[in-house]
């Protein structure tokens, strides 16, 4: 049995086997089967202290038919559901967005997926980027001619964008943007470079420090190819060209580094060891 490398990361962080399956959206009986073929203990059982909000979002969520997740936490008196996180209140929908996309969303979060109240990160939209249907909205006092608008759109600027433009409410422009034919403007994808430049840092010694997100306050963590990982796999990933065997840890004697030239792998590390060991016997002999 080949053991997936996200699997095995979250098992030797001490996560269990249903959290591991409602993260990655797979089996907790792969999990297991998983955790058997790895050797691993049974996670320790017992409440832990949650390291984030991401963390909190996985503990009030349970997946269902269809790839969907639903709410099992606190609800607003309109059917909202929130968390509190460090004095802050954060929807369910945004933690959701976060996971995914790895940044907040412009307007608000959606499931377009059409299973009611369905906060699996997959299926979450920017309504900014994805308008919600059937609720196109009056709109607010026009401070721009259609024209006006009509022209932006075709330019290819966002409804967002010519909001802030314009100074019209952006529903109005979702609205013409309907009404006119004209395609929702691509979303800006931002590189992995993008990413890795507004989550790092230089640090002595030429070393690079981690200043994004951490999962569970710990892990640096970020999200590559659609998918949540942590930042020293991702680095390496795009480094080296393939996927690491075992851990990935800085090779530099800098523990919190996350350069990518600096970081190693198994497979690494024992050729660095292979080569050492020569080096010796060749200088004993």
């Known amino acids: 049995m080949t053991v997936r490398a996200d699997v095995a990361e979250l098992l030797r962080a001490g996560y269990g086997d249903r959290t591991i399956g409602r993260r990655l959206n ?33 503990r009030r969520t349970k997946p269902v038919d269809g790839g969907h997740l639903e709410w099992t936490g606190h609800r607003t008196n309109k059917g909202v559901g929130t968390t509190k996180w460090q004095g802050t ?41 994805v308008p919600r249907q059937g609720r196109p909205g009056t709109g607010r006092r026009a401070n721009a001619d259609r024209d006006q608008i009509v022209a932006l759109l075709r330019d290819g600027l966002t409804d967002d964008a010519i909001r802030r433009q314009l100074r019209v409410d952006a529903k109005r ?89 600096h970081l190693e792998d198994r497979a690494i590390r024992q050729t660095l060891t292979t080569q050492l060991e020569a080096i010796f016997s060749g200088a004993a002999a």
């Open 26 to 58: 797979v089996t907790a009986a792969s999990v297991t089967a998983a955790r058997q073929e790895l050797g691993l203990p049974p996670a320790r059982g017992g409440n832990k202290p949650a390291g984030s909000v991401e963390d909190l979002f996985w």
């Open 173 to 261: 422009v979702a609205v013409i943007r309907r009404e006119e034919g004209i395609g929702r403007a691509p979303r800006p994808v931002r590189t992995f470079a993008e990413k890795w430049a507004a989550n790092t840092e230089p640090a002595a010694g030429g070393h690079v420090a981690w200043t994004g997100r951490r999962r569970d306050g710990n892990t640096p963590s970020l999200v590559y190819r659609d998918r949540e990982y942590s930042a020293r796999r991702a680095a390496f990933i795009e480094h080296y060209g393939r996927d690491p065997q075992g851990l990935v840890l800085p090779g530099c004697g800098w523990e919190p580094c996350v350069r990518p030239d």
């Open 89 to 129: 209140i954060y929807t369910a929908g945004r933690i959701a967005y976060r996971i995914r996309y790895g940044e907040d969303p412009a307007g608000h979060t959606h499931a377009p997926c059409g299973h009611d109240g369905c906060v699996a990160p997959a299926h979450i939209a920017d309504s900014k980027v």
